[in-house]
C-alpha cells in the first residue's frame, strides 16, 4: 500500500535518495529539490535548483550535496561552481565548488564526518568537520585517478589509484590519515600492469580492499570484455594476487558483511562462482552456472547467485554457513536486484532505459516465494526502486528456512529442463543427450569437510613426480620376475611373451 502521509510528486523526477539512516528522503523534479522525514512525509527543506541531476545526503544527515551538468555562458565563461554543499537544517548554503566531470561527483564522507574527501586534479583535498572554507590535508601524487574511503570511524584509511604511463605499472596505495607524506606512509602498496581502470571495494571492518583491475581491450582476442584481475591488499601490509581457477572476464566481486571472505563471479559461460578467505584460498566452489552477479544478504547469512542482463535471470539462494541451496528462483527480463534491510525479502525489477517495455517489480521472500507484484500501465515506464535503508543492527539475523514462504501468487522455481526432441521421435524410450556444456558440481574446498583442499601447482607436479616413480619400479619388477621364469625355463604364455618383447624394447 501508498505511504499516507507521503503525498506523490507527479513531477518529471530526475532523481532520488535516502539518507544513510533512512530517516530523510530527497529527490528532484525539475523544479527543485525537497527533502522530507521519511516518517511522517513533514517538508525538512526545500531548494530552488531545478538542473539538479544528482545528489546525496552525508552519513549524519547534515549536509545535502547536489551536482548538476557543468555549463559556461556568455555572462559568466568561466561556468557557475554546480556541486553545492547545503546546511540541511537551516538551507544555508555551506560551500560551491567546481566539479565538471559525473565520475566521482560526490564527496566521500567518514561515518562520523569527521573527514570528507574529494578529488580534484589529480590530487585529493580533505576537509575536516564539515568546514569546507579551508583545506585541512592533502594527498598529492602523479595522477591520482580514483579513491576510496573506508567504511566506519577513525581512524580512515584511504585507497588510491595510480594509473600506469610509459611502461611503468599501475599501484593501489593504502594510507591512514593524516599519514599521507613519506616512502614509508603507506599501509599497504600493490601495483600490477594491464589496467585502465580499477573498481575499489573496502570491507565493513575496513581491514582489507579488493581491486579488479580491467583493460578496455583484451589483446590476445580471447574475451570481448577486455581482460580482468583481482588483487587483494590488507592494512597490515599483504598484498595478493586472487588466482582464478577458470579464464575469462570477472563478473562481479561481493564482501561478506562479516568481513572474513569474499564470492567472486568469473569465467567463461558457465560461469564459476567461489568464496575466498582473507587468505585468498578458496573456501567453497559453488561449480559453474548461468551467472554474473553475487549478493549477500544484510546480515551476511545468505548468498545469491544470479545471472541478469543478458542472461534469463536464474537465482540462486545459499545458506552461507552450511553451503546449501535454499532455493532457485527465476526473475527473467530483471534489471534490479537488492536485498531488504530485513535479510528476508528481496526486489526485482525491470527498469527503463535497460528495457522499457514489461516495467515493473516484485518483492520476493527468499525461498523464491513471489509476495507482491506491481507492472506498470501499458506506455509508462519505471526508471529506479529502493528499499528505505535501516541503521546497521537494526534487524537480528534470523534461522533460515527451506521451506517456501505462502503466497498467493506461488513461487517461480525454475522446472527441469530436457533437450528438445522431435514428434517423430517423442513415443521412443529417452537416450542421454550430449550437453554443450558440462556443468561442474558444487565442492567444499575447506580442509576436513570434504577431502584435502585442493593441491596447488607445485604439490601436483610433485606428485605427478611421485606416481611416475613408483610405476617405473613395479615395471622393473614385472620385467625382473619375467627374466626369472624365462631363465628357469618356464614356457610363457602368449601374453606374458608380449609384455616381456615390449620391455626388451
Known amino acids: 500500500e501508498q505511504h499516507s502521509a507521503f503525498s506523490s510528486d507527479c513531477g518529471v523526477c530526475r532523481c532520488v535518495t535516502f539518507s544513510r539512516d533512512g530517516t530523510l528522503l530527497g529527490w528532484s523534479n525539475g523544479k527543485g529539490v525537497s527533502v522530507v522525514k521519511s516518517s511522517d512525509g513533514s517538508s525538512v527543506s526545500t531548494f530552488d535548483l531545478p538542473k539538479t541531476a544528482l545528489m546525496g545526503i552525508s552519513p549524519l544527515n547534515n549536509i545535502l550535496v547536489t ?44 561515518d562520523d564526518e569527521k573527514i570528507c574527501v574529494r578529488s580534484v586534479n589529480n590530487e585529493l583535498h580533505f576537509y575536516e568537520n564539515n568546514d569546507f572554507d579551508s583545506i585541512a590535508n592533502k594527498l598529492h601524487m602523479q595522477k591520482v585517478s580514483d579513491f576510496a574511503l573506508s567504511p566506519g570511524g577513525q581512524p580512515s584509511k584511504v585507497a588510491v589509484y595510480v594509473p600506469g604511463s610509459k611502461g611503468a605499472p599501475s599501484f593501489v596505495r593504502l594510507y591512514q590519515y593524516p599519514n599521507l607524506g613519506g616512502p614509508t606512509a603507506a599501509l599497504a ?8 581502470k580499477v573498481t575499489m571495494q573496502w570491507n565493513k571492518k575496513a581491514s582489507a580492499v579488493l581491486v579488479t583491475a580491467s583493460t578496455e581491450v ?53 560461469a564459476k562462482a567461489t568464496v575466498f578467505n582473507l587468505k585468498c584460498d578458496p573456501v567453497f566452489d559453488f561449480g559453474t552456472g548461468p551467472r554474473n552477479a553475487a549478493y549477500y544478504s544484510p546480515q ?6 544470479a545471472g541478469f542482463g543478458n542472461l534469463r535471470g536464474q537465482m540462486e539462494v545459499w545458506d552461507v554457513k552450511k553451503y546449501k541451496q535454499v532455493s532457485k528462483p527465476q526473475a527473467p527480463d530483471a534489471t534490479h536486484f537488492s536485498w531488504c534491510p530485513d535479510g528476508e525479502h528481496i526486489v526485482t525489477a525491470t527498469c527503463a532505459p535497460r528495457l522499457r517495455v514489461g516495467n515493473g517489480y516484485k518483492i520476493w521472500h527468499y ?43 506461488g513461487t517461480t522455481q525454475a ?24 556443468d561442474e558440481p558444487p565442492q567444499d574446498l575447506r580442509p576436513g569437510v570434504s577431502g584435502e583442499r585442493s593441491l596447488s601447482k607445485t604439490a601436483l607436479k610433485n606428485q605427478r613426480k611421485r606416481e611416475a616413480k613408483k610405476a617405473a619400479k613395479q615395471k622393473l619388477k614385472a620385467i625382473e620376475e619375467l627374466k626369472e621364469q624365462q631363465a628357469a625355463g618356464k614356457v610363457l604364455q602368449k601374453n606374458q611373451v608380449r609384455r616381456f618383447r615390449k620391455t626388451q624394447t
Open 367 to 409: 525461498t523464491g516465494s513471489v509476495l507482491h507484484r506491481f507492472e506498470v500501465a501499458s506506455g509508462s515506464e519505471l526508471y529506479e526502486v529502493r528499499w528505505q535503508p535501516f541503521p546497521d543492527g537494526s534487524f537480528p539475523e534470523r534461522p533460515i528456512k527451506y521451506q517456501a514462504a505462502p503466497s498467493e501468487l
Open 218 to 270: 583484451d589483446k590476445t582476442g580471447a574475451s570481448y570484455y577486455g581482460e580482468q584481475t583481482l588483487h587483494y591488499l590488507a592494512v597490515n601490509g599483504e598484498t595478493a594476487l586472487v588466482q582464478l581457477a577458470k579464464n575469462g572476464p570477472i563478473y562481479d566481486v561481493a564482501w561478506s558483511p562479516s568481513s572474513s571472505e569474499f564470492c567472486v563471479v568469473y569465467g567463461f559461460m558457465p
Open 67 to 110: 551536482w548538476q551538468p557543468y555549463t559556461k555562458t556568455q555572462d559568466s565563461p568561466q561556468g557557475e561552481a554546480n556541486l553545492r554543499l547545503f546546511d540541511l537544517q537551516s538551507g544555508r548554503l555551506v560551500k560551491a565548488l567546481y566539479q565538471k566531470k559525473v565520475d566521482s561527483w560526490c564527496p566521500s564522507w567518514s
Open 189 to 196: 602498496n600493490k601495483s600490477f600492469f594491464k589496467a585502465d
Open 415 to 438: 522446472p527441469p529442463t530436457q533437450a528438445y526432441r522431435p514428434p517423430a521421435l517423442r513415443h521412443l524410450p529417452a537416450t542421454a543427450s550430449s550437453k554443450l556444456h558440462e
Open 300 to 305: 551476511g547469512h545468505i548468498l545469491v547467485l
